[in-house]
T-cell receptor, first 116, second 115 residues
Framework: DGGITQSPKYLFRKEGQNVTLSCEQN?????MYWYRQDPGQGLRLIYY???????QKGDIAEGYSVSREKKESFPLTVTSAQKNPTAFYLC???????????????FGPGTRLTVL | GNSVTQMEGPVTLSEEAFLTINCTYT??????LFWYVQYPGEGLQLLLK?????DKGSNKGFEATYRKETTSFHLEKGSVQVSDSAVYFC??????????????FGTGTQLKVEL
């Protein structure tokens, strides 16, 4: 079955530590995205990548970093510089950068990060 | 910039009641509009979409019509079930640097359906 996997489902981190969240897709999608979800605030875009070896900052990129070395993978690192990292993180992908603005984004199951 | 406003929840209904969740948007150009649903502890699933004015998206008994004149995309269902209990997000898709698309989400509306 095609889809997006995120691991782990729950993640705990001590203050001052970096942590990397995994996102893998087997949908052969070119574009991938990372969103952060906080209660009552909807989803906000952290980073996106439209092609391998290229990525762009979203609305709230500070304290985060990403890489896109493979089409299937788009890991997100939450660094110690992120002041309020406790949140639900969602990865998504869509079929193309040049396909117009109607391309559906498919979401993974999410990773809940808690900073202790 | 683009923005989406949807009615605040939580919304509590009895089973078989009629559902409306309001959504209005502000955008440049001609965005596509979406409703996503999120069940507890899960990611988002696309519920329905509309790509141009007057289009009606529908799925699983839910409907929404793209109204350009009122910049709205209200979600409706004639008879809700307990299994419809979830958080519903309205979103629009707009162009971003490099030719891709970015989703702008509303804050979500929690729906609880009781027997």
């Amino acid at each position: 079955d095609g889809g997006i996997t995120q691991s782990p489902k729950y993640l705990f981190r001590k203050e001052g530590q970096n942590v990397t969240l995994s996102c893998e897709q087997n949908l052969n999608h070119d574009a991938m995205y990372w969103y952060r979800q906080d209660p009552g605030q909807g989803l906000r875009l952290i980073y996106y990548s439209q092609i391998v070896n290229d990525f762009q900052k979203g609305d709230i990129a500070e304290g985060y970093s990403v890489s896109r070395e493979k089409k299937e993978s788009f890991p997100l690192t939450v660094t110690s510089a992120q002041k309020n990292p406790t949140a639900f993180y969602l990865c998504a992908s869509s079929s193309g950068a040049g396909g117009g603005n109607y391309n559906e984004q498919f979401f993974g199951p999410g990773t809940r990060l808690t900073v202790l | 910039g683009n923005s989406v406003t949807q009615m605040e929840g939580p919304v509590t209904l009895s089973e078989e009641a009629f559902l409306t969740i309001n959504c209005t948007y502000t955008a440049t150009g001609y965005p596509s509009l979406f409703w996503y649903v999120q069940y507890p502890g899960e990611g988002l699933q696309l519920l329905l979409k509309a790509t141009k004015a007057d289009d009606k998206g529908s799925n699983k008994g839910f409907e929404a019509t793209y109204r350009k004149e009122t910049t709205s995309f209200h979600l409706e269902k004639g008879s809700v079930q307990v299994s419809d209990s979830a958080v519903y997000f309205c979103a629009l898709s707009g162009s971003i640097t490099g030719g891709g698309n970015k989703l702008t989400f509303g804050t979500g509306t929690q729906l609880k359906v009781e027997l």
